[in-house]
């Protein structure tokens, strides 16, 4: 069998062997012929002795060129394979297939599926193989995954029916890592390659680097698909949104020419809300603003579909799941009913809550308001609900107890006799965990408020001033980090000190009230005080505009969305909640808190029965999005907590590959498979073939021996 050397071109140093032989041929004696008148008295020499001489020296230049020779060959390397066959006997094979799984593999292209070409390249590999060749199987997917040890080829080839693409992105130096690891611990008398099945997707090639090939090992590239393909995708649906931001969809075209127009379609509750058709420039996304509908209170799914057939289906869907919360109840007191609405006390106010009031939309929006007389409110507030609150995430013992209130908020103008019943029912409101916006006027008389609500007002009523009618008063010092000027807090969001304010009442606050705005004098303008589990909320001004013009004014509508925030107790002001969101392959983790230790979940995936998770020691949940749609957390009760939409990686949307020279190109190759240090890096080493470098260079020393003893014999 041939050698082989791994550094042959090392070989050309051998032309170094003349340097010994100049050097011999310098050193040799030379004879001179000397002219003597007599010989007689020269000693006699034995006449072997020089042609003992002469062959010694042959000798040690001989074993000078051999130790030169083998440390020169030794630096080639030479070897040769043990799993060499001799002549007409086949070389057992080991392979390990690299089969792709990742979403991308599910595409279709001029050349069909991609899934199927892969398992039919998949099964004529496994095919070509004989019954004594041994083959492995290496699933490349969210992680990569030995299938199957090295077997019998029938054995592999019956396992690649049960198999399909995962919704997930697959990592191809993950997959070879796992390959290399196989053959490190297979038979070193098989020949050993590695065969990679895959579209070669760029983005599934990119940590090839990191996974390092023997310098011995054959890895194979089988391509399956088109190495350009076009395809259009929902990248993103994005709910979780501040007040003036509407939520939205991302669509993007990975081809390189202009596609064509595409249907696009949104649902909402598997309802659809609008259709349209967008055309996309090669390469180029677009944001679509999507408008939703009015919704209750609760969870709600949302999806976008793509409606024209494209290279990968899997990405022409996209979910989302959001929460609204309740609307915030809001009775409102009006004295003067009868009269036309904008006569009314609460007439702004209650627009500025619900501009929609009396229409066909009415208690549909984020406040839900109702007018009641102050009779009619005695037995509307003593009213109870059965209903939990609808807010996501776990509620407390407090909030379950505030949501059975009827109303969240009770505003009532100034009322010229309020009477017991009224003020007993609001009492009790109150304490129970409801609050009460109170607006003074020209009805209030100091006598009764004092009276029926000292216990419950944030201050004693005092007379009524004017103030000069050339210089109304102007809100002064107002208290930035209070919730009812939270719209207020960032430069340019209004100017509270443009209303003017020409009547008010003398307060003098209680204890435990806070002020929490100021006239421009000092005087109070607007104070808080706890009552029980409730809240009350004085301002010193009319609702209407006989006493103040600020229901004209823009800094209103927040101002007062602010207040009515403040006294439900919310002080998020998003008019809905984005659920949590994941991708699929990968695994959800829910921070549920220290109260859901150890606590038995139900989830209920998109497809197929619900299953259970434990949280663990910190609370937190854990469970496998395995494919797209949405997932249902619920408590023990079965009621739902959370909910998770799963999405496919939207980098699998891109469908270019590499082409397989480019793949090979990447790879790298180690520089030490077997022993570490400086004799690995210099030699290197492989466990399918034999080197003697380790022989010659012990040999090489044997000789330097035996010439040093033989030079030392001829010298002596």
């Given at each position: 069998?041939?050698?082989?050397?791994?550094?042959?071109?090392?070989l050309?140093?051998?032309?170094?062997?003349?340097?010994?032989?100049?050097?011999?041929?310098?050193?040799?004696?030379?004879?001179?012929?000397m002219?003597?008148?007599t010989?007689?008295f020269?000693?006699?020499?034995?006449?072997?002795?020089?042609?003992?001489?002469?062959?010694?020296?042959?000798?040690?230049?001989?074993?000078?060129?051999?130790?030169?020779?083998?440390?020169v060959?030794a630096?080639?390397?030479?070897?040769f394979?043990?799993?060499?066959?001799?002549?007409?006997?086949r070389?057992?094979r080991?392979v390990v297939v690299?089969l792709?799984?990742?979403?991308?593999?599910?595409?279709?292209?001029?050349?069909?599926?991609?899934?199927?070409n892969?398992?039919?390249?998949?099964r004529?590999?496994?095919?070509?193989?004989?019954?004594?060749?041994?083959?492995?199987?290496?699933?490349c997917?969210?992680?990569?995954?030995?299938?199957?040890?090295f077997?019998?080829?029938?054995?592999?080839?019956?396992k690649?029916?049960?198999?399909?693409?995962?919704?997930?992105?697959?990592?191809l130096a993950?997959?070879?890592r796992?390959?290399?690891?196989?053959?490190a611990t297979?038979?070193?008398?098989?020949?050993?390659?590695?065969?990679?099945?895959?579209?070669?997707?760029r983005n599934g090639?990119?940590?090839?680097?990191?996974?390092?090939?023997?310098?011995g090992?054959?890895?194979?590239?089988?391509?399956?698909?088109?190495?350009?393909?076009?395809?259009l995708?929902?990248?993103?649906?994005?709910?979780?949104?501040?007040?003036?931001?509407?939520p939205?969809?991302?669509l993007?075209?990975?081809?390189?020419?202009?596609?064509a127009?595409?249907?696009v379609?949104?649902?909402?509750?598997?309802?659809?809300?609008?259709?349209?058709?967008?055309?996309?420039?090669?390469?180029?996304t677009?944001n679509?603003?999507l408008?939703l509908?009015?919704?209750?209170a609760?969870?709600?799914?949302?999806?976008?579909r793509?409606?024209?057939?494209?290279?990968?289906?899997?990405?022409?869907?996209?979910?989302?799941?959001?929460?609204?919360?309740?609307?915030?109840?809001?009775l409102?007191?009006?004295?003067?009913?009868?009269?036309?609405?904008?006569?009314?006390?609460?007439?702004?106010a209650?627009?500025?809550?619900?501009?929609?009031?009396?229409?066909?939309?009415?208690?549909?929006?984020r406040?839900?308001?109702?007018?009641a007389?102050?009779e009619?409110?005695?037995?509307?507030?003593?009213?109870?609900?059965?209903?939990?609150?609808?807010?996501?995430?776990?509620?407390?013992?407090?909030?379950?107890?505030?949501?059975?209130?009827?109303y969240?908020?009770?505003m009532?103008?100034?009322?010229r006799q309020?009477?017991?019943?009224?003020?007993?029912?609001?009492?009790?409101?109150?304490?129970?965990g409801?609050?009460?916006?109170?607006?003074?006027?020209?009805?209030?008389?100091a006598?009764?408020?004092?009276s029926?609500?000292a216990?419950?007002?944030?201050a004693?009523?005092g007379?009524?001033e004017k103030?000069?009618?050339t210089?109304?008063?102007?809100?002064?010092?107002?208290?930035?980090a209070?919730?009812?000027f939270?719209?207020?807090?960032?430069p340019g969001?209004?100017?509270l000190?443009i209303?003017?304010?020409?009547?008010?009442?003398?307060?003098?606050?209680?204890?435990?009230?806070t002020?929490?705005?100021?006239?421009?004098?000092g005087?109070?303008?607007?104070l808080s005080?706890?009552?029980?589990?409730?809240?009350v909320?004085?301002a010193?001004?009319?609702?209407?505009?006989?006493?103040?013009?600020?229901?004209?004014?823009k800094?209103?509508?927040?101002?007062?969305?602010?207040?009515?925030?403040?006294?439900?107790?919310?002080?998020?002001e998003?008019?809905?909640f984005?659920?949590?969101?994941?991708?699929?392959?990968?695994?959800?983790?829910?921070?549920?808190?220290?109260?859901?230790?150890?606590v038995?979940?139900g989830?209920?995936?998109?497809?197929?029965?619900?299953s259970?998770?434990?949280a663990d020691d910190?609370?937190?949940?854990r469970?496998d999005?395995?494919?797209?749609?949405i997932?249902?957390?619920?408590?023990d009760?079965g009621?739902?907590?959370h909910?998770?939409?799963?999405n496919?990686?939207?980098?699998?949307?891109d469908?270019a590959?590499?082409?397989?020279?480019?793949?090979?190109?990447?790879?790298?190759?180690?520089?030490?498979?077997?022993?570490?240090?400086?004799?690995?890096?210099?030699?290197?080493?492989?466990?399918?073939?034999?080197?003697?470098?380790?022989?010659?260079?012990?040999?090489?020393?044997a000789?330097?021996v035996?010439?040093t003893?033989?030079?030392n014999?001829?010298?002596?």
């Open positions: 069998m041939p050698f082989i050397f791994t550094n042959a071109a090392l050309a140093a051998l032309a170094g062997l003349g340097i010994p032989i100049a050097i011999h041929l310098l050193m040799k004696r030379r004879q001179v012929r002219k003597f008148s010989i007689r020269f000693q006699q020499q034995d006449p072997q002795a020089k042609a003992r001489r002469k062959l010694r020296n042959l000798l040690l230049l001989l074993l000078r060129l051999l130790a030169f020779s083998l440390v060959l630096f080639a390397r030479p070897f394979r043990r799993d060499g066959a001799s002549p007409g006997q070389q057992r080991q690299v792709d799984r990742s979403l991308s593999l599910g595409a279709k292209d001029s050349k069909g599926v991609r899934w199927d892969a398992l039919a390249a998949t004529r590999l496994v095919g070509s193989l004989g019954a004594d060749d041994r083959v492995a199987l290496v699933s997917a969210a992680r990569a995954e030995v299938l199957s040890g077997a019998p080829p029938a054995v592999v080839a019956a690649l029916s049960a198999l399909a693409p995962e919704a997930s992105t697959g990592d993950d997959g070879l796992e390959a290399t690891r196989l053959v297979g038979d070193p008398s098989y020949v050993s390659s590695v065969s990679i099945v895959s579209d070669f997707q090639a990119l940590g090839l680097d990191t996974a390092p090939v023997a310098p090992l054959t890895v194979e590239t089988v391509p399956v698909g088109d190495v350009l393909a076009p395809n995708a929902v990248s993103d649906l994005q709910f979780d949104v501040g007040e003036t931001n509407r939205y969809t991302t993007a075209s990975h081809a390189d020419e202009d596609t127009a595409a249907n379609e949104f649902l909402v509750d598997g309802q659809s809300q609008w259709k349209q058709t967008v055309a996309l420039p090669a390469g180029a677009t679509l603003d408008r509908p009015r919704l209750a609760g969870w709600h799914r949302a999806e976008v793509l409606g024209n057939p494209d290279g990968l289906a899997a990405d022409n869907r996209r979910f989302a799941t959001f929460n609204i919360p309740p609307s915030t109840r809001v409102a007191i009006e004295g003067r009913r009868g009269v036309r609405s904008f006569q009314e006390q609460t007439f702004f209650t627009a500025a809550l619900d501009p929609e009031l009396g229409t066909t939309n009415a208690g549909t929006g406040y839900l308001v109702e007018k007389t102050p009619e409110a005695v037995a509307k507030l003593r009213a109870r609900v059965a209903r939990k609150a609808t807010d996501p995430g776990p509620t407390t013992a407090a909030a379950d107890a505030r949501a059975a209130l009827p969240d908020v009770v009532m103008p100034a009322q309020p009477g017991t019943a009224l003020a007993g029912a609001l009492a009790e409101y109150v304490r129970a409801g609050g009460l916006l109170v607006f003074l006027g020209e009805d209030t008389g006598t009764e408020a004092n029926y609500f216990d419950l007002f944030p004693r009523v007379k009524v103030s000069d009618t210089e109304p008063w102007r809100m002064g010092e107002t208290d930035p209070a919730t009812v939270a719209a207020f807090r960032q969001s209004g100017n000190a209303p003017e304010f020409t009547s008010r009442h003398a307060l003098l606050p209680v204890a435990d009230a002020v929490l705005a100021r006239f421009d004098d005087a109070p303008l607007l005080r706890p009552a029980g589990a409730g809240r909320l004085l010193n001004f009319s609702p209407d505009t006989r006493w103040t013009d600020w229901p004209k004014h800094t209103f509508v927040p101002w007062l969305h602010g207040a009515t925030r403040f006294l439900a107790g919310r002080t998020d998003r008019v809905l984005g659920g949590n969101s994941a991708t699929t392959g990968t695994e959800v983790t829910l921070e549920l808190g220290a109260a859901s230790k150890g038995s979940f989830i209920k995936p998109p497809e197929g029965p619900e259970s998770a434990n910190h609370g937190t949940l469970f999005a395995r494919m797209p749609g997932y249902a957390v619920r408590d009760a009621r739902e907590l909910r998770v939409a799963a496919v990686p939207a980098s699998e949307s469908l590959s590499l082409r397989p020279e480019e793949f090979r190109q990447k790879l790298v190759r180690r520089e030490s498979p077997r022993d570490g240090g400086i004799a690995s890096a210099m030699f290197g080493g492989d466990r399918n073939r034999e080197e003697f470098w380790r022989v010659l260079i012990a040999a090489a020393i000789l330097l035996a010439e003893l033989l030079s014999r001829s010298s002596a």
